[in-house]
């Protein structure tokens, strides 16, 4: 059988699918996400590569004449003292959050594992807790720093942020629920104590809700202000955060060195981020289905 030349061919079909309405609005909406937290980074990048002339001169987002000019970081580094700020923020860091750690894993503990009266109770005061907000009572709370003669030392922020972090317990609770009681009946038969099987058993398989909260906590302590400033006055006391103010002065702002150094906080918590995002992301939808 022959086949007819004459017959006219079928119209190619188009190689492309065209985009759904609600597909267009998902991309315009992450690009718009993307430029809004992407463009202060870029004008904040840009004026740290400028000289104080440039700064006064030019608008946010013009061009530095010279992409090589790191003089501004140099002067952050060094009259900023940030190697002093990150050790005195290392060693807030590691006992805060190792005290958030122990704190908020046994709070949630107790609170899942044993039936007390005021469990219900207690569980409603985490929640007004997380609810009342933390400046309301700063004056009440510099009161009692201040008579355990706390203020000007790194223990004020240390104990501060140990004992007012709420989600963190209600983080270790989500996973705790998860973990079958069957085995601290097992461990309780074998002459295993509370505390026993706290360390041997529950603390052990706490480790994606740990990796979650050390991130979290370590971010939030991290780049906070409010607290350093307000209970460490000394400069030989500066965090990162508290560094980079003392480059405003009374007859105005070196915004060139404040973005230099803001470039320089932001890189540390910049890499760790991604280099462990998939740590928090996987933290919190495991702790949202169990």
């Known amino acids: ?41 870029a004008v904040v990048l840009l004026t740290s590569l400028k000289t104080s ?47 958030t750690v122990i704190i908020g894993s046994m709070t949630a503990y107790a609170v899942d594992r044993f039936d007390f009266r005021a469990k219900k109770l207690v569980m409603a005061l985490f929640l007004v807790a997380t609810l009342v907000p933390g400046v309301t009572t700063q004056v009440a709370t510099f009161q009692v720093v201040s008579g355990f003669d706390l203020v000007n030392t790194r223990w004020a922020p240390i104990l501060l942020y140990m004992g007012t972090d ?9 996973f705790i629920r998860g973990i079958p009681v069957s085995l601290d009946e097992a461990a309780r038969l074998d002459g295993a104590h509370t505390f026993t099987i706290y360390r041997k058993i529950i603390f052990p398989l706490l480790k994606p809700a740990i990796a979650t909260v050390v991130i979290i906590k ?60 998939r740590w928090i992301y996987n933290g919190f939808s495991q702790g949202a289905t169990k």
């Open 1 to 41: 059988m022959t086949p007819d030349l004459t017959a006219t061919p079928a119209p190619a079909r188009a190689s492309g699918r065209r985009l759904s309405a609600g597909t267009v609005l998902t991309y315009l909406s992450l690009i718009a996400a993307a430029a809004v937290v992407l463009l202060p980074l």
């Open 53 to 99: 002339e440039e700064v006064g001169d030019g608008g946010a987002l013009s061009l530095p004449g010279n992409w090589l000019n790191f003089d501004n970081y140099v002067t952050a580094f060094t009259d900023g003292h940030l190697l002093m700020a990150f050790g005195n923020t290392a060693f807030i860091l590691f006992f805060s959050i190792g005290g």
């Open 166 to 174: 709420i989600v963190s317990v209600y983080i270790f609770l989500q």
């Open 218 to 277: 370590g971010i939030t302590t991290y780049n906070d202000f409010y607290i350093p400033f307000l209970y460490m006055h000394s400069e030989d006391l500066d965090t990162m955060s508290t560094a980079l103010f003392r480059f405003k002065g009374p007859f105005g702002a070196h915004w060139e060195a404040i973005s230099a150094g803001a470039i320089l906080v932001i890189l540390p918590t910049l890499i760790i981020f991604l280099l462990l995002q």
